[in-house]
């Protein structure tokens, strides 16, 4: 045809089965004619669609991709749409970070009666894309941008004091056998002891800042049998996570909590958790810093930058990556026995440590920490390539607090943020 | 190398016009994997499946992808086909080349070229289809009936006589309902305890209706076909199987002066007390909060007074177990409270119309008790203020219902209907009386409905004003009620003797909870949901739990039956066979794989995932898992999206599956 000057889009639908499939089949026996460069593919509901098949259908080529699925409330799932929508609006918030062209990816609810608006929604995505052109997400430029530095808080000066009692308070639980292995700080790493003599090799200073959640999933120290662990008042948002997922026993876990100053961290500038709120038993006291900067600068950094400059950041970020997995390793919440990164049948994420497979892998990590994430930056520090992984779990973590009031670990009472909806979730995205 | 088979369909003209058959065939031929591929002018006719069948045999198919309509038009009829060809029939997929292509796209080329595609999708996609076999569950056929009114009867009823037991579990101490408290009701009004109670003995007497009054349905387990209900029995501190109903307790209790539920205050019972002279079973009841004996250790007439002994004072709560296959859920209505007092905050009153402050105002409820035969007046219509009788009446329509300022948005459908009845049931008692009707539009849809609100008007001579009661006072023993005949366009001043509110239709107390223990969806209203409005109107989205009468939405009593009669029969369809077969296409979780994170369990919409401790043989733990109840399970999907290892997946829909579709478009 003329008017596309022969480039034909490529354009992939993922559709529920009993609603757009249905407007689909619907303006077909109406006979509603629309460009044909779109191919469906039809799912049982939109609560199937993750971000794992978006990102895939941009790998292959996809020029737009569209997600659509049944108007809410009337979902033949009761809440299949409710439940997609939630991770649609993080999924968006991420794409957009990334640098992605958000004008690339549709969402719309078509009923099973609106073969019209099939119609029309297929038509003018066909448009608008071969407006656009050609998308090739993986093919831009790597480019560096300068991001001014984070800022960074200065390290709080550790009680001494506080050493001392964490030590004794070992020695007594290990003593007591409360619990068999206390995991802590030592001078050069984590320590897990087990002796009630070694209770010296404890240390509590500006070092401190790892948070040892991360060990309490490893079988090894499972082994050990009954844990004490030390947390600071941020780790121990990961405590209440791993108990909400089933995967620590909190009754059968002594936590020695530690009031913390701040370790000089960029993520103890706005630290509201100087102490602990659960702890077995508290050491020391802390206070809030009096002005408390923005938790999500470094997003709004990113997002004054143009999408393609974005775009082009953060391919030369992803470039970087080996694909080692230490920030899986590291990560207190990446427990999974088999990582999806690692099932090959079928291949979700390319292996490989390439531009595409490293988008894919990113993107599916940001996505599995939406609303989990406690913002340690574990992952950050463990990067051998220095990427910046921590502005894709900020800007969830900002789309969590700013869209749904929560922040992951604060409350235990709160239900988790993706597998909830509310009704009244934003959708002025989806047409 | 998999031996696929593709079936090109021409639907005669409709395929065959806009997309090149003969292209199509040659480029899907070369895909590896297909054996074969084939068309015809209609696949769907007799020798368009002969092909298939036959096909698949010669060439040992064992896969089969029929290019033509959307597969919610033929998925089934094809996958006979192959089935009777001794293909797994979940190893046929459908490429929509009609609806999505040929119907919708002028152009041959693209047409064509898009057909194509479409069927490499399904060609891909067969190429991962597993073989699946329908699920079997085991079925108790034994149903549960939550609540014991008209509706809750009927349905208990049909189910009996169907030969299956049935569990009939009530709140108040007898079946019932409200309808056993109406007077005659419309539009025929014959004696609504004439109708009714007749039915309430054989309920009561059937030898397969097991009946559990004064009792609640305290937690619900399982799926269906395998229902535990856990019923909580009240404390009655009447044994009913020692009692014969004679009634001495009640005479000789001294505590006379108590509002009777079943009057709705109108009239007064003792502390012990059947609620009605035909209640069933004919078995009284100690109000444990007004009785003399159980508050302070007090009086015990009743007790000294009981021939067959049997009072018992220290009964307890009981709780006991019951397992169904389906559940009917039938708890029915009660009226909106029309003061100040509300059950939400979004909901308001009417103080306005002095509902409680003035003893002449009463809900239409109330005035079904004064006008009954059986009620605390014998039938004679005398207001509650001093027994005179009422020579001026005001009735008044939608108080509640269909007021937004309210709170309540909706129709609650019978009061037009009742309020004509009540106007003629006033004047067949006081032939000299004044009915006055205020309503907002007169809703009279149904079998000799129009006809009857007509009579009321023209025969019975009731007053009807087009328009709202912006107040009622009281002055010397009138009550002056001001509203507006919107139609005239003057106000209307009346001086009545008593005004009948016809309140709005609100589910019944604790539906919520009870929705949650079923795992039912309600609205905002409350009022139960059906699965389908048009197509399944009394299933639930939980699988064996079906609904009828006014907890689903307000409705009248021919429409309640008729929807209990439905349910029955639903429950029916589950009891057929021995075993429930369903759908294969549903999630399966890899249990070596699942961390037990759970996400799936919280996010499942139909509660289908349950949590496992998978153990060695000699009992040790290896892990926890999450499992998947095949009963309960509807195959979204949601439990896939929200795995991170994806250890959750959908038979039909499989990852592999999908991701060879998207894969195919490369």
Known sequence: MSETNGFEPKIVAYVCNWCTYLGADLAGTSRLEYPSNVRIIRLPCTGRIDANLVVKAFEIGADAVLVSGCHPGDCHYNAGNYHARRRWILFRELMETIGFDMRRLHFSWISAAEGKKFQQVITEITEKTIALGPYNPYG?????????????????????????????????????????????????????????????????????????????????????????????????????????????????????????????????????????????????????????????????????????????????????????????????????????????????????????????????????????????????????????????????????????????????ALDPLIGTFSLQDKEEFIR | MSRIGVFVCWCGENIARTVDIAKVVESVAEIPGVRCAMNYKYMCADPGQAMIREKIASEKLDGVVVASCSPHMHMKTFRRAAAAAGLNPYRLEMANIREHCSWVHADKEEATRKASDIIRLAVAKVGYDHALNPIKVPVTRRAMVIGGGVAGIQAALDVAEAGYEVVLVEREPSIGGKMAGLSETFPTLDCSQCILTPRMVEAGQHPRIKLY????????????????????????????????????????????????????????????????????????????????????????????????????????????????????????????????????????????????????????????????????????????????????????????????????????????????????????????????????????????????VRRAIEKDGAKYYRGRVSKITEENGKLIVRGADTLAGVPVTIEADMVVLAAAMRPADGIEELAQKLNVGYDENGFLMESHPKLRPVETNTAGVFVCGACQAPKDIPEAVAQASAAASKVMVTFAANELTREPEIAVINEQTCAACYACVRTCPYHAIEKVELRARNGTLIKYAARVNQGLCMGCGTCVSVCPSKSADIEGFTEEEIYSMVEALA
């Open chain 1, 140 to 412: 831009a430029e790597p480019r560096v941008e300068p991001l001014s530095p984070m800022p960074q808080a200065a390290a709080g000066a550790c009680d001494p004091a506080a050493e001392l009692e964490l030590r004794t308070a070992a020695k007594r639980v290990l003593e007591s056998g409360q619990a068999n292995v206390v995991i802590g700080y030592g001078a050069r790493g984590p320590v897990f002891i087990t002796r009630p003599d070694d209770v010296d090799r404890l240390v509590w200073n500006a070092n401190c800042h790892q948070n040892l959640a991360t060990y309490l999933k490893r079988k090894e120290i499972r082994a050990l049998g009954k844990a004490a662990i030390v947390m600071k008042g941020c780790d121990e948002r990961a405590l209440i996570i791993l108990e909400r997922e089933s995967q620590i026993a909190r009754p059968d876990l002594h936590v020695i909590g530690m009031a913390c100053n701040g370790m000089g961290q960029p993520k103890c500038a706005a630290c509201d958790t100087r102490e602990t709120r659960f702890a077995d038993e508290k050491i020391s006291s802390a206070q809030p810093p009096a002005d408390m900067p923005d938790r999500y600068v470094a997003v709004d950094q990113i997002l004054a930058m143009e999408p393609a400059d974005r775009m082009a950041f953060f391919t030369a970020e992803f470039d970087r990556c080996l694909k080692c997995y230490a920030c899986r390793q590291v990560c207190p919440m990446c427990y999974c026995e088999r990582c999806i990164a690692d099932k090959n049948r079928p291949q979700a994420i390319d292996t490989s440590p390439h531009r595409q497979g490293n988008f894919a892998w990113h993107i599916a990590r940001a996505m599995h920490l939406a609303g989990r994430c406690v913002g340690c930056d574990e992952c950050t520090r463990a990067c051998p390539a220095g990427i910046d992984l921590r502005l894709l779990n900020l800007t969830l973590a900002r789309t969590a607090e700013q869209q749904f009031a929560y922040r992951a670990g604060m409350d235990p």
């Open chain 2, 213 to 452: 009054t004064y009792s609640e349905v305290e937690s619900v387990e399982g799926f269906i076909g395998n229902f535990e209900v856990t019923v909580r029995k009240k404390a009655r501190y009447v044994d009913i199987d020692k009692c014969t109903g004679c009634g001495e307790c009640s005479k000789v209790c001294p505590l006379k002066k108590n509002l009777s539920e079943f009057d709705y205050g109108m009239g007064m019972r003792p502390a012990i007390y059947m609620p009605f002279p035909q209640a069933v079973p004919a078995r009284p009841v100690i109000d444990k909060t007004q009785c003399a004996k159980i508050i302070r250790n007090g009086c015990g007439l009743c007790e000294k007074k009981c021939a067959p002994g049997a009072i018992n004072f220290k009964d307890e709560d009981q709780l006991v177990k019951e397992k169904v296959g389906a559940i009917v859920v039938a708890t029915g209505y009660k009226l909106y409270s029309i003061g100040k007092k509300q059950e939400s905050e979004k909901i308001t009153g009417y103080g306005e119309y002095g509902y409680g402050k003035y003893k002449d105002v009463i809900d239409s409820l109330q005035f079904e008790r004064i006008v009954s035969a059986s009620g605390p007046t014998n039938g004679e219509i005398k207001r509650p203020s001093d027994g005179k009788t009422p020579e001026k009446v005001v009735f008044i329509a939608c108080v509640g219902s269909r007021d937004n300022a309210k709170g309540l948005n909706y129709c609650s459908k019978i009061c037009c209907m009742y309020t004509a009845k009540h106007t003629m049931l006033y004047k067949h008692k006081v032939h000299h009386g004044e009915a006055s009707v205020f309503y907002m539009d007169i809703r009279s849809g149904g079998k000799n409905y129009d006809e009857f």
